[in-house]
């Protein structure tokens, strides 16, 4: 769907984006992963056309966003992170004056406009005047008017920012209700937990370079080489901490009241073998199970822990 | 056909506004006063204190004038925001991401301030009917005069838009725009012209080459606009600007000497088709220099 290949941009001497490669498959949620100023937005407003790009190329579909960004709106659709609304027209007539923009027949529109509205939750509010929406309706509506055209790429950026958790979690569901349309969507965020659970993809960029890509677990496999395994057993917790100790892929063991954690630093074979040793010990296991890393460390570590 | 959406929307939301109706009671009534006054000035200063409607074509004259000099103030006033009023409510990016082009967004908000003066312009035709409701002044020569008027004032809206796609405050776009209107175009042309006067004078005794005080004074909208009122009532306003011995021309340069507006006209013309081109590059994001 999307190809970033070699994309550059300097303002002077300052460089927002730095020699970055991306690839983003269809129909897939897409994170895009930085602290501010890492060239997020730069990168976005570049592959939406509204930016010129010092080298590089971003290809959407086959064509060339940076040689010919009018060809590709129609494909197209782009929220901002800061956006205005025409406050002096209602919601309706917001959708309408959008789908003028790109020139869909009159008679089309309510029909149209009505569905988008219904898919964002804002039919209830369609004579309403635009100014008196709340900050998440807002934030709805311009993800409506994203869609008029029915573009198969969607670009968001930071689309939760100032939403209240409840909004946030309602934008979420949107999102992956759109991902089951078949939309592709590129979305970003400075927080990296906020978008892993939804994404099926995610880059973390820091200072215009690229700095990890991939799946979440991927990502977290690469940054955190060594895993934390964690067994709650039944009872005999004391055999359980004799067996480990003798484990030579087992390191920094820990007794808790309940549980144990240790490193493992073998592979998913060596972690089967552990686990069937345990149970030939006939040692009850309740539970056994890799820890997840705390996606804010793994943040704060692959950007130098420059998160704002 | 599609009507432009820029156009559609602001009309829709400016006709809506109270603000609107306020501008266009406000602008005809300083018409009206104006007409007003006139009539009790021109009863004060007859004979009998009595009313000449032979004055009518004198009063069209000023009602012209006041019309002329109002589009001057009100197209920057209505169009110096055209564009970074967008960028202020942060809404250009979003206009510019859609199917429209640079140039339609562009002629659609020249052609939504046009359509605002032109309601403004509607607005004060039955003061005006009163000058031709008396005689002296025809149906015909009205128009002819109010598409002068228009012409002007949409070569004043395309300088605003350009200035309002450079200028990232209204206020400065604003600025400028009354600045090189009002002080380069009226009054700069103005003194211009005197100094090559006056210079010709003292160096050579006599007066400059015609041809180059028409183009001097081709900016100049007061000048067209007075050439429209010698053609129609027959005075000799630009014969005072332009010297007693014009008559000693033919051809060309008398046709355009007895018909300056058109100089004007073709003047505010070109001006208009560089100011929308130049609008229509700098809107283009990708080709701006960031």
Redesign the interface.
């Known amino acids: 769907m999307l190809e970033i290949k070699h994309l550059s941009k300097q303002y002077g001497k300052f460089t927002a984006v730095d020699d970055l490669n991306l690839t983003v498959p269809d129909s897939s949620i897409f994170g895009f992963v930085g602290p501010n100023g890492a060239g997020k937005t730069t990168t976005m407003k570049i592959m939406s056309g509204l930016l010129k790009a010092s080298s590089g190329s971003v290809i959407i579909d086959g064509m060339d966003v940076t040689k010919n960004p009018k060809a590709l709106r129609e494909s197209i659709g782009y929220m901002p992170d800061f956006f205005g609304v025409y406050d002096d027209l209602k919601v309706s007539e917001y959708m309408d004056f959008y789908a003028g923009t790109y020139y869909i027949a009159y008679e089309k529109r309510p029909a149209m406009i009505d569905n988008l509205l219904e898919i964002v939750d804002l039919s209830h509010k369609k004579e309403a005047y635009v100014d008196s929406l709340s900050r998440g309706m807002k934030q709805r509506l311009c993800l409506a008017r994203s869609l008029i055209h029915d573009p198969k790429l969607l670009i968001l950026d930071e689309p939760a920012s100032g939403l209240d958790p409840r909004a946030r979690v309602e934008m979420k569901e949107i999102l992956k209700q759109l991902q089951m349309m078949g939309k592709t969507i590129i979305i970003s965020s400075h927080i990296l937990p906020e978008l892993a659970e939804m994404c099926t993809q995610i880059s973390i960029i820091d200072k215009g370079h690229l700095v990890v890509q991939g799946s979440v677990q991927e990502i977290m496999k690469q940054i955190t080489k060594v895993r934390t395994i964690q067994i709650r057993p039944l009872e005999q917790m004391q055999a359980l901490i004799k067996l480990l100790q003798e484990q030579p892929l087992v390191e920094n063991l820990i007794e808790n009241t309940f549980d144990t954690e240790f490193s493992f630093q073998g592979t998913d074979q060596e972690l089967a073998m552990l686990l069937k040793q345990i149970v030939l010990a006939e040692i009850p296991i309740a539970s056994f199970k890799e820890k997840e890393g705390n996606l804010e460390e793994i943040f704060m570590q692959v950007t130098g822990g420059e998160e704002k | 056909m ?2 432009n ?2 156009l ?2 602001e009309t ?2 400016t006709l ?2 109270w603000k609107m109706f306020a501008v266009i009671t406000v602008y005809t009534a300083v018409v009206a006063i104006g007409a007003i006054l006139y009539i009790y000035g021109s009863m004060f200063n007859s004979y009998d204190y009595s009313f000449d409607p032979q004055s009518m074509v004198g009063m069209y004259t000023v009602l012209c004038a006041m019309q002329m000099a109002l589009m001057l103030l009100a197209a920057p006033a209505l169009t110096a925001g055209a564009i970074s009023a967008e960028r202020e ?3 250009l ?9 640079s140039f339609s967004i562009v002629i659609g908000k020249l052609m939504s301030s046009m359509s605002m003066l032109l309601l403004l312009m509607v607005a004060t035709l039955p003061v005006f009917s009163i000058a031709f409701y008396f005689g002296g002044v025809s149906l015909l020569a009205l128009f002819g005069m109010m598409l002068y008027i228009v012409l002007t004032a949409c070569m004043a809206a395309a300088v605003s838009i350009f200035f309002s796609c450079i200028f990232k405050k209204t206020m400065v776009s604003m600025v400028v725009v009354y600045l090189l209107i009002g002080g380069v175009c009226c009054f700069g042309t103005l003194i211009a012209s005197l100094m090559v006067n006056s210079l010709y004078w003292s160096m050579y005794q006599t007066e400059p080459n015609i041809v180059l005080q028409m183009v001097l004074l081709s900016p100049n909208p007061g000048v067209g606009f007075f050439s429209v009122i010698q053609e129609q009532m027959g005075n000799n306003f630009i014969d005072m600007i332009f010297g007693n011995d014009f008559n000693q021309y033919s051809g060309v340069t008398a046709f355009f000497i007895r018909h300056y507006w058109l100089v004007n006209v073709l003047f505010d013309v070109i001006v208009i088709c560089i100011f929308v081109s130049l609008s229509v590059y700098f809107l283009n ?6």
């Not at chain 2, 990016?93 to 082009?101: E, N, P, Q, V």
């Not at chain 2, 994001?285 to 960031?290: I, T």
């Open positions: 599609m009507m959406p820029v559609r929307r829709k939301t809506r506004n409510r942060q809404t990016d979003l206009l510019l991401m859609t199917k429209m082009s994001p990708v080709r701006k220099k960031k």
